[in-house]
C-alpha cells in the first residue's frame, strides 16, 4: 500500500520551518526521502532503515520511528530553493521495492 | 555523475498506437523502473527490471510491457495506446539493494 503523506500542499516564507510526514500502515525497513523541483527530476535526499535514526542533509534532517511505521522530514530555516514536492518511499524489507507516497507540495515564499 | 536518460521530453500519439519509451543509463546498474506520475497520486510503479530479461510487474503494469536487452537500457512499450495513459512517465535505476535511485528527466506522453 501507498503510504500517506501529510500535509498535501503547505506555503512557508522564507526561513520558516516545516514538517512533511509520512506514514504507513504496515511494518517498515527504510523510508526514502526525494525532493521534484517544478519540470525536474526527483533527486535522492536521504535513507533512513529501522532502528529510529535521525539524519541530516544541510538543515534537512528527518527520523524514522519503525514503531509508529512513521518518518518525518523537517526542514529548518527554509530558503526559496527548498520548493518542490517531497515525497517519500517505504520499503518492507531490505528486498523489497520501494512504493512512493503522494507527495507533498512546499512553496517557500520571499 | 550518474545520468539516466530518456529518449523524448514529449510525445505525442494516436489512440491505439504501440509507443515506445525508451530510457539509458550509465552507472552500470543492476536495477531499473517505470513509474508513471499523474497529479495527486505520486509516483506509481509500472515495471521493474532488477537484471537483463529479467522483470517483475509493479503496482500498474495494465497496458503495459517492457523489455530489456541489455544492462543499460530499458524500454517501456503501450501495446494499444489509450487516452488513460496520457501522463509523465519517469525511468530511473539504482544499484543492487534498492538504495538510492537515479531519476531521468521524464516524457510527457499525451495520447489523442
Known amino acids: 500500500?501507498?503510504?500517506?503523506?501529510?500535509?498535501?500542499?503547505?506555503?512557508?516564507?522564507?526561513?520558516?520551518?516545516?514538517?512533511?510526514?509520512?506514514?504507513?500502515?504496515?511494518?517498515?525497513?527504510?523510508?526514502?526521502?526525494?525532493?521534484q523541483k517544478h519540470g525536474e527530476a526527483p533527486v535522492f535526499l536521504m535513507i533512513l532503515l529501522k532502528g529510529?535514526?535521525?539524519?541530516?542533509?544541510d538543515k534537512i534532517s528527518a527520523s524514522f520511528n519503525e514503531k509508529k511505521q512513521q518518518s518525518s522530514l523537517y526542514l529548518t530555516a527554509s530558503q526559496l530553493s527548498y520548493s518542490g514536492t517531497y515525497f517519500c518511499g517505504t520499503k518492507k524489507?531490505?528486498?523489497?521495492?520501494?512504493?512512493?507516497?503522494?507527495?507533498?507540495?512546499?512553496s517557500v515564499i520571499p | 555523475d550518474v545520468k539516466v536518460t530518456q529518449s523524448s521530453r514529449?510525445?505525442?500519439?494516436?489512440?491505439?498506437?504501440?509507443?515506445?519509451?525508451?530510457?539509458?543509463?550509465?552507472?552500470?546498474?543492476?536495477?531499473?523502473?517505470?513509474?508513471?506520475?499523474?497529479?495527486?497520486l505520486g509516483l506509481r510503479l509500472i515495471y521493474?527490471?532488477?537484471d537483463v530479461k529479467m522483470k517483475e510487474k509493479g503496482d500498474i503494469p495494465e497496458g503495459y510491457s517492457v523489455s530489456r536487452e541489455k544492462k543499460e537500457r530499458f524500454s517501456l512499450i503501450l501495446e494499444s495506446a489509450s487516452t488513460n495513459?496520457?501522463?509523465?512517465?519517469?525511468?530511473?535505476?539504482?544499484p543492487g539493494g534498492y538504495t538510492e535511485a537515479f531519476f531521468g528527466q521524464g516524457t510527457r506522453l499525451?495520447?489523442?
Open chain 1, 93 to 106: 524489507t531490505s528486498y523489497d521495492k520501494v512504493i512512493f507516497g503522494p507527495g507533498t507540495s512546499l
Open chain 1, 52 to 57: 529510529g535514526e535521525q539524519k541530516g542533509h
Open chain 2, 85 to 94: 495513459q496520457t501522463s509523465m512517465y519517469l525511468c530511473a535505476s539504482s
Open chain 2, 110 to 112: 499525451t495520447v489523442v
Open chain 2, 48 to 50: 521493474f527490471s532488477y
Open chain 1, 1 to 35: 500500500q501507498q503510504p500517506v503523506q501529510s500535509p498535501q500542499a503547505v506555503i512557508l516564507r522564507e526561513g520558516e520551518d516545516a514538517v512533511i510526514n509520512c506514514s504507513s500502515s504496515k511494518a517498515l525497513y527504510s523510508v526514502h526521502w526525494y525532493r
Open chain 2, 10 to 40: 514529449y510525445l505525442v500519439k494516436r489512440t491505439g498506437e504501440k509507443v515506445f519509451l525508451e530510457c539509458v543509463q550509465d552507472m552500470d546498474h543492476e536495477n531499473m523502473f517505470w513509474y508513471r506520475q499523474d497529479p495527486g
